[in-house]
């Protein structure tokens, strides 16, 4: 069992930045690559981006590219998504997810992640 808590959320005017954090418990986080996906009200949960288990490799939705970043910090079963230049379109509940499969490589689409948070909404104003 893998318990997630997303934090760091909140209102912020376009062109800004947010740092989200995502706090697992259990000792295994660093066995799991993590996800982050958003879902904006009436829309599909959506890939945001993913983070291998090392940190060694990330990859992101061409939305976000080159203005969000992933990265894990093991020692304290976190891992973060930075968001700068961020547009109105990218108001949203944002959630993080372990998938627990031990991939090799980090999976694009929800159905591969077994645990998630609860979310933490993130509103762009423009």
């Known amino acids: 069992q893998v318990q997630l808590v997303e934090s760091g959320g909140g209102l912020v005017q376009a062109g800004g930045s947010l740092r989200l954090s995502c706090a697992a418990s259990g000792r295994t986080f660093s066995r799991y690559n993590m996800g982050w996906f958003r879902q904006a009200p009436g829309k599909e949960r959506e890939f945001v981006g993913a983070i291998t288990r090392s940190g060694g490799s990330t990859q992101y939705a061409d939305s976000v590219k080159g203005r969000f970043t992933i990265s894990r910090d093991n020692a304290k079963n976190t891992v973060y998504l930075q968001m700068n230049s961020l547009k109105s379109e990218d108001t949203a509940v944002y959630y993080c997810?372990?998938?627990?499969?031990?991939?090799?490589?980090?999976?694009?689409?929800?159905?591969?992640?077994?645990?998630w948070g609860q979310g933490t909404q993130v509103t762009v104003s423009s």
């Open positions: 997810a372990a998938d627990t499969h031990y991939s090799a490589v980090v999976v694009t689409t929800r159905f591969g992640y077994e645990y």
